[in-house]
């Protein structure tokens, strides 16, 4: 995430970086109460007040998550939830698909995802990517793309170790920079940000060798 928000930085982009842990929102009642009301106020008081006119405002939703139980953290889809306001209480049919109408200040914009995962295929991500798309779909906004990073677990030891991994980062970085100059996010990029850091069994033995030596550690 850091170097994909310095690119869009050294481009231009105003980026704010906002952590769920440090936010205090609340999960939706589910009482529908703020897509009743005009102004779409939620009957909470807690920081998805200050949220909801960043999530109005705001060009690009950049949303970083590990992938947890094969989905997006739970902080985020607590946030995600709480965003409900932005639709308007009436269905639409929009590119031959049942959907809410968005509101008139909802904004337009698009959806970038920064993932990680620690299972060596980059197929785990799917399940998020996809809630990622239909997300943007149904809040009318464009999905970008995903920079997703598989096997991370072993990436601050290759760090550590001065393996050369910067290219992943120059591709995040690059990818933040194009994302602003440019409007596009390149595949090239994208796959060197995925690019396999080594083989699934290496992988595999690698991890159960530091689990083995982890659990005769504190043994
Ligand atoms: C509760 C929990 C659930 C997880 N579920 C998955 C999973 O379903 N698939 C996977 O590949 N990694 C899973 N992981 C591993 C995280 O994705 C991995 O630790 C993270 O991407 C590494 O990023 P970090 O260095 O920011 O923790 C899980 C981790 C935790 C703590």
Redesign the pocket.
């Known amino acids: 995430m850091n170097p994909f928000i310095s690119g869009m930085k050294d481009a231009g982009a105003e980026v704010e970086l906002l952590y769920t842990k440090s936010l205090n929102v609340k999960p939706c009642l589910t009482c529908s109460a703020c897509m009743m009301n005009p102004e779409g106020a939620c009957v909470q008081d807690d920081d998805m007040k200050e949220l909801m006119p960043k999530f109005k405002s705001a060009d690009i939703w950049v949303f970083g998550t590990?992938?947890?139980?094969?989905a997006i953290s739970s902080g985020l889809k607590i946030i995600l939830e709480r965003t409900l306001p932005i639709l308007a209480p009436f269905l639409e049919i929009r590119d031959g698909h049942s959907r809410y109408r968005l509101r008139s200040d909802s904004g337009k914009g698009e959806i970038v995802l920064v993932?990680?995962?620690?299972?060596w295929e980059k197929e785990?991500f799917k399940p998020l990517e996809q809630h990622i798309c239909a997300l943007s779909e149904n809040f009318g906004k464009k999905y970008s793309g995903s920079l997703l990073r598989?096997h991370?677990?072993i990436l601050?030891g290759m760090i550590e170790n001065k393996a050369p991994v910067d290219n992943i980062f120059e591709a995040a970085k690059n990818t933040g920079t194009e994302l602003i100059s440019k409007g596009e996010i390149l595949e090239t990029n994208l796959e060197t940000i995925s690019r396999p850091l080594l083989p699934l069994e290496a992988y595999t033995q690698t991890m159960n060798d530091y689990f083995n030596s982890t659990i005769k550690q504190i043994s």
């Open positions: 590990p992938v947890y139980s094969d993932s990680s995962c620690s299972l785990n598989p991370a677990s601050p």
